[in-house]
């Protein structure tokens, strides 16, 4: 496969650069791979979608304020994002200075915050925060709410709620699981009343969610690596939804990597773990039937991973029919709710 199989002509102003009044507001376009057919609704039907017994996965991460400004302690200006939380006073980041850091140099964060390079890991730097706080309580005082890029603008008080998922738990992540930014308090009660029920991974998306593919053969793309928790309750959840005839689905992609993985040598299984899984047209699903999306980005991996569950041609007939229709895309863009096609067409579809 050739990553230019997965472009598209987006028009810049269908990327949704801020969110709707209401989360629930979106548009949601159906999309049935076993038919297959697209359908055009609100998000707000969804229930109308699902039936008593299915089962829907959150992502319960949270998103921390991970991006950073400051100076060197040559006083050159840095900007930072921080990828990974080590431990209580150290972190992995992203930095962008006119000279790299080097090992032993201070950061200056705010005018408040200091931070001592201790070594640099490919494109990371492995920093020591002043040990007065832990990074998070650091990142609460003097970070910013790291939106995406794509958005171009710096983030704003809304997004300190709207870049949130309403079931936020877990803090680490410094990018949303966006499909989840779809749902309300009023949702979640409502699809409690039907039945449907509700089950969470943790999987802390990080920087590299953005990084571009930047190899025409998929093969050669190394994924970047996240770490996620599948607790035993949402083990025990897929197995009784899959024995009464209930569906699982994911919502997110964030949520689906994370079933997947757990389960890459056979059954699913609870811990914790590091994934690079990396989903193209041909993979095997294990666990999930249907997955809740938002709209990704041409040459990237998560178009890829839909592409692979829902049917390269169709996908690729969803997003023109998107484009034609006027979808809001992106992480503040509208959704889609995509029914898997069977395992023998997705294999045909890869093929051809």
């Known amino acids: 496969m050739r990553t230019s199989d997965f472009d598209?002509?987006?028009p810049d102003e269908l990327i949704a650069r801020f969110p709707l009044d209401q989360r629930r507001a979106s548009r949601l376009l159906h999309v049935d791979g076993v038919r297959p057919a697209l359908h055009d609704r609100m998000f707000a039907e969804l229930p109308e979608l699902l039936r008593a017994g299915d089962l829907l996965v959150f992502n319960d991460t949270r998103v921390i304020k991970a991006r950073l400004t400051g100076e060197k302690d040559t006083g050159g200006r840095i900007e930072a994002l921080v990828e990974r939380i080590l431990d209580t006073h150290e972190a992995l980041v992203f930095v962008r200075?006119?000279?790299?850091?080097?090992?032993?140099?201070?950061?200056?964060f705010a005018g408040a915050c200091e931070a001592r390079v201790l070594a640099r890991r490919d494109d990371l730097f492995h920093l020591a925060f002043d040990p007065a706080h832990s990074v998070l309580e650091w990142l609460e005082r003097v970070g910013e709410v790291p939106l995406p890029p794509y958005l171009e603008r710096a983030a704003e008080p809304l997004d300190h709620a709207r870049y949130q998922t309403v079931y936020a738990r877990a803090p680490g992540a410094v990018a949303a699981p966006t499909a989840g930014l779809h749902f309300d308090e009023a949702m979640m009660a409502a699809l409690d009343a039907m039945g449907i029920i509700r089950a969470f991974v943790t999987l802390h998306v990080g920087a590299g969610t953005f990084q571009p593919v930047r190899v025409e053969d998929v093969a050669e793309h190394r994924m970047h690596s996240e770490r996620f928790v599948v607790p035993q309750a949402t083990v025990a959840a897929v197995a009784a939804a899959?024995?009464?005839?209930?569906?699982?689905?994911?919502?997110?992609?964030t949520s689906l990597r994370a079933l997947e993985a757990a389960a890459r040598h056979g059954a699913l299984r609870a811990g914790e773990d590091e994934t690079d899984l990396f989903i193209t047209p041909g993979y095997r699903f294990r666990v999930v039937e249907r997955l809740i999306t938002n709209f990704h980005l041409p040459r990237s991996t998560l178009l890829m991973l839909v592409s692979a569950f829902g049917g390269q041609e169709l996908?690729?007939?969803?997003?023109?029919?998107?484009?034609?229709?006027?979808y809001r895309f992106f992480s503040y863009g509208d959704a889609m709710l995509i029914e898997r096609a069977s395992d023998a067409a997705a294999a045909a579809d890869a093929a051809a």
């Open 8 to 10: 598209y002509h987006l």
């Open 97 to 108: 200075a006119s000279k790299a850091p080097k090992p032993g140099g201070r950061l200056l």
């Open 242 to 253: 899959r024995a009464a005839g209930g569906r699982v689905c994911a919502v997110g992609t």
């Open 315 to 326: 996908l690729r007939r969803a997003y023109a029919h998107a484009v034609a229709q006027r």
